[in-house]
Every structure is written in structure tokens, then in C-alpha cells.
């Protein structure tokens, strides 16, 4: 079974400083990870995914990820936040091309201070 | 770059009603979810259809909510009677294995009033 786990509910930074948003897997098999964004009254956009190619994986808007199997980690970041940073982050799972399961983390909410 | 395609956009009903959400998915792509998102939640699955085949269901409140995908095309899914807590966001999402990505359509904004 799978399952994933987004430690922290609200993220706070302030412009221009870097970007952490955590996140904890948990997988029977070689898992495929995203992180997905949504800004408000807004669907979700693809940021980025792991797809068992390299570890790390450069997305959209300069944010990258780490895959790290021994630590079950995923976690999303940016160098420097920007205020259009502001928006929930979702992790996700997924062991596509087996059962096809998509599991949400239950999110992130990035607020960026001035 | 192909979308999926949701219908409606936004969609305001009375409780006790009948509401209806359509989806039309990637071309080619064999696998079709449904997911609720409740305000200040992460999505959550409601359906996932493998072709015209519905392969998890588990999570569907079957005694009002239905949904179909006849062609295994296109999808809808229907809500009656409407429930003032199934005011939602619900996402509709397909993908295909091969290419090993998914790609969310932009949803249909339910409240019931």
C-alpha cells in the first residue's frame, strides 16, 4: 500500500529566501512522485515528477525535488521564493503502470512574506 | 498541449437536486479519476475507471453519487440528490502508464445552497 506524508501544514518565508516543503513516502514498489501546485480557485499544475530516472528532477518556476529512497524522501525546493510562490503544494504518489493509484499528500499551504 | 476537458466551469445548485459533471480526457489515455476536494483539503479519490471498467469505487457515497464513462471516453458523474456538503471542487484526471504522467483538468466548482 502506499501513502504519503506532507509534515508541515503551513509553510512561512520571506521573498527571496529559500524554499523547504517536506515530504515522507511510503511505497510497496519503485513509487513515481510529483509535487503539484494550486493556487486559489485555481486546478492543479504539474511542478515536477520522479520517475525512477535521475534522483534529482528540476521542475517548472525553479523548483526542484530530491528523491532519496533511504530516507522515503521527496521534498520540494526553491533556491529563492518569490511572492507568486504563494499557493498550496501537493506531494502525490503513484505506482503508474502497476494499479495506477494516485494518493495525495494532504498539502502544504507556502505564504511568503514581504 | 492536450488538456482534459471539464464541463462545467462552475456550477451553483439547491440541495435535494440533481447535478451533473462531465469530463473528456486526454485521447489515449485508458485510465479516468475522480477526486473531491474539499476547501482546505487535498483531493480525494472518488472513482477510477480503467477503460469503461470502474476499477476503484471504494470511496463513492453510492446511495447518491453515480458515474459512468459508457465509451470509455469521455465521463460523468452525477449527484442526486445534491447534499449541502458536497460543495466541493471536483477534479476529474486521466493518465496513460506509458508515459507515465497525469494530467488534471481544471475542475468543476459545486456548491449547493
Known amino acids: 500500500a502506499q501513502s504519503v506524508t506532507q509534515l508541515d501544514s503551513h509553510v512561512s518565508v520571506s521573498e527571496g529566501t529559500p524554499v523547504l516543503l517536506r515530504c515522507n513516502y511510503s511505497?510497496?514498489?519503485?513509487?513515481?512522485l510529483f509535487w503539484y501546485v494550486q493556487h486559489p480557485n485555481k486546478g492543479l499544475q504539474l511542478l515536477l515528477k520522479?520517475?525512477?530516472?535521475?534522483?534529482l528532477v528540476k521542475g517548472i518556476n525553479g523548483f526542484e525535488a530530491e528523491f532519496k529512497k533511504s530516507e522515503t524522501s521527496f521534498h520540494l525546493t526553491k533556491p529563492s521564493a518569490h511572492m507568486s510562490d504563494a499557493a498550496e503544494y501537493f506531494c502525490?504518489?503513484?505506482?503508474?503502470?502497476?494499479?495506477?493509484?494516485?494518493?495525495f499528500g494532504k498539502g502544504t499551504r507556502l505564504h511568503i512574506l514581504p | 498541449e492536450a488538456e482534459v476537458a471539464q464541463s462545467p466551469r462552475y456550477k451553483i445548485t439547491e440541495k435535494s437536486q440533481a447535478v451533473a459533471f462531465w469530463c473528456d480526457p486526454i485521447s489515449g489515455h485508458a485510465t479516468l479519476y475522480w477526486y473531491r476536494q474539499i476547501l482546505g483539503q487535498g483531493p480525494e479519490l472518488l472513482v477510477q475507471f480503467q477503460d469503461e471498467s470502474v476499477v476503484d469505487d471504494s470511496q463513492l457515497p453510492k446511495d447518491r453519487f453515480s458515474a459512468e464513462r459508457l465509451k470509455g471516453v469521455d465521463s460523468t458523474l452525477k449527484i442526486q440528490p445534491a447534499e449541502l456538503g458536497d460543495s466541493a471542487m471536483y477534479l476529474c484526471?486521466?493518465?496513460?502508464?506509458?508515459?507515465?504522467?497525469?494530467?488534471f483538468g481544471s475542475g468543476t466548482r459545486l456548491t449547493v445552497v
Open positions: 484526471a486521466s493518465s496513460h502508464p506509458t508515459v507515465l504522467s497525469y494530467t
Open positions: 502525490v504518489v503513484s505506482d503508474l503502470g502497476r494499479d495506477d493509484k494516485i494518493i
Open positions: 511505497s510497496s514498489y519503485s513509487p513515481s
Open positions: 520522479y520517475t525512477s530516472a535521475a534522483t
